[in-house]
């Protein structure tokens, strides 16, 4: 879900449905352990990306255009995974 939210939002930085998806779920993966087969430090990674995608999604100002930098950014550092 978070792949295709990522991929929704890097072509529209601001897609509803998009947005929505990745601070719902962003909030659900802080704090919380790696998945089953995947290390610390990649988890670590992905959480990062996450967050600094709803970073910029809560930014009083939000622009479109670094919603879909980071988007594509996140997509790009889950892509391996899906």
């Given at each position: 879900d978070l792949f295709v939210?990522?991929?929704r939002l890097q072509r529209d930085g601001e897609d509803p449905?998009?947005?929505?998806?990745?601070?719902?779920?962003g909030q659900g993966?802080?704090?919380s352990e790696?998945?089953?087969?995947?290390g610390?430090?990649?988890?670590q990674h992905l959480c990062e990306r996450v967050t600094a995608l709803g970073?910029?999604?809560?930014?009083?100002?939000?622009?479109?255009d670094a919603v879909m930098a980071s988007a594509r950014d996140l997509r790009t550092a889950?892509?391996?995974?899906?």
């Open positions: 939210a990522a991929d449905d998009g947005t929505i998806t990745v601070l719902e779920l993966i802080e704090g790696p998945p089953y087969g995947l610390e430090p990649e988890w970073d910029v999604l809560l930014a009083d100002d939000v622009d479109p889950l892509r391996p995974y899906v």
